[in-house]
């Protein structure tokens, strides 16, 4: 069904480019990776349009790093276990909640200025945080600062070459090690890249959903990859939605930090009633998937299509100053954030699972690393506590650097990486139809109530597009919807195998979490199906 490759090939008449490491992908995950790794090896940096597209550079609330004197790591730890539900990697946890303050130091010696207040770093709260822990910059503008600082570096370092408007088709893999990626230059030459150590640093698949609060560019492409060439994904039925993205007519699902929330406002459904109280007791600041299902339930309740979110007690020279990024953009569209109510409703905003990685950032794959939203380290479980994931890329960056260090050199291949599927010519039908059909089916099917009967006929319809990987192809948008369509496969197999309800996954006819059948998690290999990976702990 899903071909080893997406386009047919021959190495031998491919011209071949030879680097160190080849990191494929620009967020955080990426050019952190990329600095540590230029310092003692030449790094060719791959990104299909700039350094600045990317989640990251859209990532509103902060970083979420033990930073204040009444905070410990052991909060942090304990915070990350309970909103991951149980399938929390536990060595994970503790590299994150340990290591991840000195990346924040890292970070800003790199160049990357965080707010302060008084003097110190200033710190917020932000959903199932027991502490401020939450650092952020230019008030809401947290992942722009950053991205800003670290592609001012790269741009220093003679040992990084960055390739933009480049796009990584497949990953080349001989007997279970990863030599390189097939690339594809803006021109439509194809080229063979090979290096000791290749890095997925490509990020998630919100653009399965068709509303998400993440970029044109995150379409799957590296957890694509890494199942066509064999590696392990695990846990893709693990979909976070963001509970508040602005929903207003014209507007795109631009994202309302949780950080607002964090700062005090409440949601109310639109007969103005605030319903929180009715759900969790930590009501507005309760686990992301707490908020959004609750959400989901005031819309149905009251048949609407969203709900409000209220900060109208908050003087305008506050909420100017800290969130400037959302009011500036509810303002385009005659929203004003500190005197009226904001229009929001859930939408996809991050894949908890991903390529499986050991606490190194190691694949099953000799020489193939994740890092970033691409992977899946166990830190994020069942759902991801708000602010962790850029915590996450630089700690496992530098340990992914670290491991590399470890690795032999590449020999030579003595025989020729080739293939040939016979493909037909593409079908007359728009990419961009097939696109928005996905994502219809995605948001129907495998949003965030599922059942059998829903998840069922989820599969049905994403059967009837698989015709298209056999197809001849050329240009960068119809190798972002083969991905786009095997991690739509991926996401709807995995929750349809898992029979309960558990952080962002809620079944509809499993409602009840249980931890005695499926305290485990769903892994899926190219050729074996969906396996399992049970936790000893609960």
């Not at 994150?96 to 008084?118: A, I, Q, R, S």
């Not at 990584?168 to 893999?173: E, G, K, N, R, S």
């Amino acid at each position: 069904m899903i071909p080893r490759y997406l386009v047919d090939f021959s190495l031998d008449t491919l011209p071949e480019v030879k680097t160190d490491v080849i990191i494929i992908g620009a967020g955080i995950a990426g050019l952190y990776t990329a600095i540590l790794a230029s310092k003692h090896y030449y790094v060719t940096l791959i990104t299909k349009k700039s350094l600045f597209d990317s989640n990251t550079r859209y990532a509103q609330g902060g970083i979420a790093a033990v930073i204040a004197d009444d905070d410990s790591p052991l909060y942090h730890r304990q915070d990350t276990i309970f909103a991951g539900a149980g399938l929390c990697v536990e060595g994970a946890v503790d590299a994150l909640v340990h290591e991840g303050p000195e990346g924040v130091k890292e970070l800003m010696k790199m160049g990357t200025t965080f707010d302060l207040e008084n003097g110190e770093l200033a710190l917020t709260k932000e959903g199932a945080h027991s502490h401020r822990r939450i650092l952020h910059a230019q008030g809401d503008a947290t992942g722009y600062e950053i991205v800003r600082a670290l592609a001012d570096k790269v741009g220093t370092i003679p040992n990084i070459e960055v390739w933009d408007e480049h796009f990584a088709i497949d990953l080349m893999v001989h007997e279970g090690e990863c030599r390189g990626a097939l690339i594809q230059r803006p021109t439509g030459e194809r080229l063979y890249l090979t290096g000791k150590a290749t890095v997925l640093c490509t990020g998630g698949a919100g653009q399965m959903y068709r509303y998400t609060t993440n970029p044109e560019v995150a379409t799957g492409d590296g957890i694509a990859m890494a199942y066509r060439a064999g590696a392990v994904i695990q846990d893709m039925e693990f979909i976070q939605f963001h509970p508040t993205a602005l929903c207003y007519p014209s507007a795109p699902r631009f994202l309302v930090s949780e950080a607002v929330r964090g700062e005090g406002a409440i949601l109310r459904n639109i007969k103005g009633e605030r319903f929180m109280s009715n759900y969790h007791p930590q009501l507005e600041l309760a686990p992301r998937d707490i908020v959004a299902r609750a959400i989901v339930s005031e819309m149905e309740a009251t048949k609407s299509t969203f709900v409000y979110l209220d900060m109208t007690h908050e003087s305008e020279e506050m909420v100017k100053h800290r969130f400037p990024t959302i009011y500036e953009t509810c303002l385009q569209y005659g929203l004003d954030l500190s005197s009226d109510w904001i229009p929001v409703a859930p939408a996809a905003h991050y894949t908890m699972g991903g390529v499986k990685t050991d606490l190194n950032g190691e694949t099953n794959l000799t020489r193939l690393f994740a890092c970033g939203e691409a992977s899946s380290t166990g830190v994020h479980g069942a759902n991801r506590l708000a602010s962790n994931s850029l915590s996450e890329a630089i700690v496992f960056g530098r340990r992914i650097v670290e491991c590399i260090d470890t690795l032999d050199p590449l020999l030579e291949l003595n025989t020729q990486l080739e293939y040939d599927d016979g493909r037909k010519d593409l079908s007359i039908q728009a990419v961009v139809e097939r696109r928005l059909k996905l994502q219809k089916v995605m948001v129907r099917y495998v949003g965030l109530h599922r059942d059998e009967q829903s998840l069922s006929k989820g599969q049905e319809e994403l059967q009837r597009q698989f015709g298209f990987l056999q197809t001849r192809l050329t240009r960068r948008e119809d190798f972002e919807f083969a991905n786009l369509l095997t991690c739509a496969k991926l996401t709807t197999d995995s929750a349809l195998w898992r029979q309960e309800s558990r952080g962002a996954h809620y079944r509809l006819d499993y409602p009840e979490r249980m931890d005695e059948h499926w305290l485990k998690h769903t892994l899926v290999q190219r050729e074996q199906g969906i396996t399992e990976e049970r936790i000893a702990h609960v």
